[in-house]
């Protein structure tokens, strides 16, 4: 009866609190980066410290703040652990996103991590492998470079390898098992009539039909007003969204427009002219040595 009244008395508890806080990982976040300069002193410069900073009293949260939370989560109890984790698309992870991942592995756990430096479109992307499986907790791992395909062309894959120079020149142009001399089709003219005619022949064949362009919705106005409206065989999907997808043609529009929309374009304008199965025909607007041969 004693100890249930002290473990209730206010001097008690308000000594425990005091020594062990019960705090919340949120809370944790908040006050880090209301005083950045107090948490970061001698990690971060004061310009850095600046940047981060951000009103005590705000609640607004991004994505990026979920890894940072999960830090602080993992801090003050460690997560559930898993036998084996598989990671997809790994090389767009960030440090901290892999941190987040190393620490649901057990002591034991064992990771497969699958991805492609040549598709790394974020802009913390990995730019080597040795590098990134430290950030996963597993700096002695071997890895392995795959440099067979099977899914795209032979023609298609040639001339997206013609990127790797720039943004993976570490990596091996790959080979593809599909000689298929007509899968790859370019034309100079990116004008509206020019890509309704040529969605409308990739259409007579059979399999999926997808338009990948820079931006969405003027691309999608341009073919509902030649009669082309979305259907389950054809769809438009903008670049950036287009990583993991696979059409069995693809009209790609602009190629260059596509590059200049994003800091990482020619990372991204790899992933379009890789998403086709059977056959790629790119519209361009002017002289390219990508498309140019």
């Avoid at 990995?126 to 002695?140: F, I």
């Avoid at 001339?159 to 790959?174: C, F, G, K, N, V």
């Avoid at 003027?218 to 009669?227: F, I, K, Q, T, Y």
């Amino acid at each position: 009866a004693w100890e249930r009244r002290v473990a209730h008395g206010r001097p008690v508890r308000t000594l425990l609190d005091t020594l062990w806080p019960q705090v919340r990982p949120e809370d944790v976040l908040r006050a880090a980066l209301a005083q950045p300069g107090l948490y970061a002193d001698g990690l971060l410069d004061a310009d850095a410290c600046e940047a981060l900073r951000r009103p005590a009293a705000s609640r607004a949260r991004t994505a990026a703040d979920l890894v940072l939370l999960d830090e602080v989560a993992g801090l003050l109890a460690h997560p559930p652990a898993f036998g084996h984790i598989v990671v997809d698309e790994a090389q767009d992870l960030s440090a901290m996103e892999c941190r987040a991942i190393a620490r649901r592995l057990g002591a034991a756990g064992s990771l497969t991590v699958l991805g492609d430096l040549a598709q790394g479109t974020t802009p913390w992307a990995a730019h080597d492998w040795p590098t990134h499986l430290a950030h996963l907790g597993r700096p002695a791992t071997e890895y392995t470079e795959l440099t067979t395909g099977y899914r795209v062309p032979a023609p298609v894959l040639d001339l997206a390898s013609r990127l790797l120079p720039r943004i993976a020149p570490t990596l091996r142009p790959p080979r593809s098992l599909r000689a298929d001399p007509a899968a790859l089709t370019t034309t100079r003219a990116t004008d509206a009539a020019t890509l309704a005619a040529t969605v409308r022949a990739s259409l007579e064949r059979p399999g999926t039909v997808a338009v990948l362009c820079a931006e969405e919705p003027p691309v999608r106005a341009v073919l509902d007003a030649h009669g082309l409206p979305p259907t389950d065989r054809l769809t438009v999907v903008p670049a950036h969204l287009a990583k993991g997808l696979e059409f069995d043609h693809v009209v790609l529009l602009d190629p260059t427009a596509i590059r200049t929309s994003a800091p990482r374009g020619d990372q991204l304008l790899y992933v379009a002219l890789t998403r086709a199965v059977t056959s790629l025909h790119i519209l361009h607007g002017g002289p390219s040595p990508l498309v140019d041969r």
